[in-house]
């Protein structure tokens, strides 16, 4: 697998009159997990809508390779980087088998029938999300936690060397969100996959992370390693929460305590900044 570089530059984007993205720089790691945090409304969805030509930028620009994604054939594009939105919508009455075979669209031509990779991907994908038994079912009889498995599947069915992911582990319980994230790991570690999600869990996103994303206010707050990111300072000027950062006992990453109005009275602490901007 070819390892791929993905750079925003100087991105500003958004919706009808109001600017979400405002001059907003970023580097992707190649072959790494990088996940992206910051408060409601800062930008995050907008930021992988725009990474993958989904939203057009209205200054700056998205450089794949090196190139503008702008000027790559739609299929290209397709074959090399994947998005799953948050919230897709099915057609109605699709079953899932269907529904995931469809991500093998960018890699058939006009007149190419359907090969024997495309049953292999397509069944590697419904064993990996655990919806092999979900495959003649059709997708809108399935609950939310069943849905979002159905929906990594089919992207993962792409087989794309870049994924990015808006909050994949949407409606899934606790158990269900690690099985999604330990597999994502094991793509990007047997295959090379870059893989870039949003994810709100702050704990997740640190042990999950090679690089951990802080958005504020439609711009790039600070990117690194977890351990220079999720910082107690952080925490405060991105989400404007008091917090206590700790050592996961199991993945040796930081972790985030926060400190409720009761605790912060009872420790003598400030109350200033607690309400999440």
Not at 59 to 88: C, F, M, N, W, Y
Not at 125 to 141: G, I, Q, S
Not at 220 to 226: F, T
Request: hydrophobic share 40%; glycine share 8%; net charge negative.
């Amino acid at each position: 697998m070819k390892p791929h570089t993905l750079i925003a530059d100087g991105l500003s984007a958004g919706y009808g009159e109001a600017v979400i993205l405002d001059g907003l720089d970023l580097a992707i790691p190649p072959e790494k997990i990088t996940v992206i945090v910051g408060a409601n409304a800062c930008g995050k969805s907008t930021l992988l809508r725009t990474l993958s030509r989904l939203l057009p930028a209205r200054r700056g620009k998205v450089l794949l390779d090196g190139k503008s994604i702008h000027h790559l054939p739609s299929r290209e594009l397709a074959r090399t980087l994947g998005l799953l939105p948050q919230s897709p919508i099915a057609p109605e009455g699709i079953a899932v088998a269907d529904l995931v075979s469809r991500g093998r669209h960018p890699h058939q031509g006009v007149f190419s029938r359907w090969r024997r990779e495309d049953d292999e991907a397509v069944a590697a994908a419904l064993a990996a999300t655990k919806t092999e038994d979900l495959a003649e079912r059709p997708v809108d009889e399935l609950s939310g936690g069943q849905r979002q498995r159905v929906w990594i599947a089919m992207a993962l069915a792409q087989e794309t060397d870049l994924l990015l992911l808006d909050e994949p582990t949407t409606f899934l319980d606790i158990s269900h969100q690690i099985e999604v994230l330990d597999l994502l790991t094991d793509l990007n570690q047997t295959r090379g996959t870059t893989v870039v999600m949003v994810l709100h869990d702050l704990n997740l996103a640190a042990r999950y992370a090679d690089h951990l994303v802080a958005m504020a206010n439609g711009r790039l707050h600070v990117a690194g390693p977890p351990e220079a990111v999720l910082t107690e300072e952080n925490v405060r000027q991105v989400f404007g929460l008091q917090s206590r950062i700790v050592t996961d006992p199991t993945s040796g990453r930081p972790a985030m305590l926060p400190i409720g109005r009761h605790r912060m009275i009872a420790e003598g602490l400030s109350a200033t900044n607690e309400d999440p901007a």
